[in-house]
């Protein structure tokens, strides 16, 4: 019984003994354990933003042509897609005030010519009788009078006539440059309002490219610089060309400026097709963290688990852009710092953590 006592009493002891061996020497009484996590440093980055602005080809040289009067289109000679020459005549309209006009206003001037050289002779004449007495001054004042408002009115006429030949001119429509037809708007025997787009001529010798551009872009554009530029629908094939005009002005406020471009010539462009600048811009520097340390339970109100001395510590941030595997973020945050990335859900302020290596 005794020795049973003993061998009892014995193995408590070596209980005892290696429970203490077993704890931490570092670890105290009534301290909790924490949590093990992975986490990752707080990083500045600069990348470069890429932008992308579309425009669509045409022709640099075109002109969309109109009369100037009223009238029924009588001969259209050209048809869409052929090429005419400058000063060829391309299309007629019929007004039938218009030649009227001008033989009206020709027999007006003729008359009034007459009437003038006839003026002139009587003012001659009684000149020469006013020197010998024949006549008053009052009688010489009428005839010369009499040939000042003929005058008059035969500049007048001349004034009426120039204009009516120049409307009766305005009924033909000539091409200003080399071009080809892009465009027909009338079909003869179709009245035309004056003013109205009856062909529209273009030149695609020199084809162009105008861009709409954001303030916040436009300093990047000067004239003269070279630029290259991708056709995304034709396996993006890059084309080159050189920045011509930069608009002065938006068309509104926080509107778009326009910039022209000149491309460089190639037989195998043609209007009409899109073409894309991309600009490549550095941006400012920022602070980054994974998009897994991130956390946003649907408060609007995204944060991030910083730990300060072994403890979670929640920093609120505003999202910026996201680059890949990690995203921009601005808050109290610095860089260096260690934020969570592992286990977000389930952390709560101020826990206890251990870092895992």
């Known amino acids: 019984m005794r020795d049973r006592r003993s061998s009892l009493a014995l193995l408590v002891l070596l209980c005892a003994a290696l429970t203490g061996c077993g704890r931490s020497p570092d670890a105290a009484p009534g301290r909790d354990a924490g949590r093990f996590v992975r986490t990752s440093e707080v990083q500045t980055r600069q990348h470069v933003r890429e932008v992308r602005i579309s425009g669509v080809t045409r022709a640099a040289q075109r002109a969309s042509l ?8 009588t001969v259209r000679p050209v048809d869409l897609g052929e090429e005419v020459l400058q000063g060829q005549p391309v299309a007629r309209l019929y007004n039938p005030s218009l030649e009227p006009a001008v033989a009206a206003g020709d027999a007006r001037l003729r008359e009034l010519e007459a009437r003038f050289a006839q003026l002139q002779r009587d003012v001659t004449r009684a000149a020469d009788l006013r020197e010998r007495g024949l006549i008053s001054q009052d009688d010489l004042e009428q005839v010369r009078t009499e040939r000042e408002a003929t005058r008059a009115a035969r500049d007048f006429a001349i004034a009426n006539l120039a204009e009516a030949r120049n409307q009766l ?27 109205q787009p009856v062909l529209q001529l273009s030149n695609t010798e020199q084809l162009e490219v105008e861009l709409e551009i954001p303030e916040t872009l436009i300093a990047e554009f000067k004239a003269g610089r070279e630029v290259t530029l991708s056709l995304p629908f034709l396996g993006q094939r890059q084309i080159t060309g050189r920045i011509v005009h930069v608009g002065n002005s938006g068309s509104q406020s926080g509107g778009m400026f326009p910039v022209e471009i000149a491309l460089d010539p190639d037989e195998s462009l043609r209007p009409g097709l899109t073409a894309e600048l991309i600009l490549r811009l550095p941006t400012a520097p920022a602070l980054v963290v994974p998009l897994a340390a991130v956390l946003d339970p649907g408060t609007g109100q995204p944060r991030v688990y910083r730990v300060t001395d072994g403890r979670i510590d929640p920093v609120y941030v505003q999202i910026g852009q996201l680059l890949s595997d990690q995203v921009q973020v601005m808050g109290a945050l610095r860089e260096g710092d260690q934020v969570i990335v592992t286990g977000l859900s389930s952390l709560t302020p101020g826990q206890p953590v251990e870092v895992l290596q």
């Open 66 to 73: 109109a009369f100037l009067v009223s009238g029924t289109l």
């Open 169 to 195: 001119a305005q009924s033909a429509l000539h091409a200003p440059f080399d071009a080809s037809v892009q465009a027909v708007f009338f079909e003869p025997g179709e009245f035309v309002a004056a003013g």
